[in-house]
């Protein structure tokens, strides 16, 4: 999913409501965070983006399986900043991480 600056205000709202109907840990809800989190740091809100990325990350590595479609999806933008960032050692793991996920899909 790839948002604007102009669909942010949107997906906070849509956020909030998802944690209403479906709760703070459903797929769905850490889906739609992490894409809030992704087009904050699109639009320049990474100081926003970043925190809401990393907490729905924990929350779906402690709530779900690690092969979950949904918790990939946000390891991938994770590793996505740390490239921006230069973090070589961070990216790093993350790249081991999403390898040993995939190998664990495959078996």
Not at 13 to 34: C, D, I, K, M, N
Not at 36 to 58: H, K, T, V
């Amino acid at each position: 999913m790839t948002a604007t600056g102009h669909h942010i205000p949107g997906m906070m709202a849509t956020l909030a409501s998802y944690e209403g109907v479906f709760g703070p840990y459903h797929p769905q809800t850490l889906a739609l965070a992490t894409a809030l989190a992704l087009a904050l740091c699109a639009s320049g809100r990474i100081d926003e983006g970043r925190p809401l990325l990393r907490r729905a990350l924990l929350d779906l590595t402690k709530h779900h399986p690690r092969n979950h479609p949904v918790r990939i999806r946000a390891l991938e933008a994770w590793h996505q900043l740390l490239r921006q960032d230069g973090d070589l050692p961070g990216e790093l793991v993350i790249q081991r991480e999403l390898a040993e996920c995939g190998s664990q899909a495959i078996s």
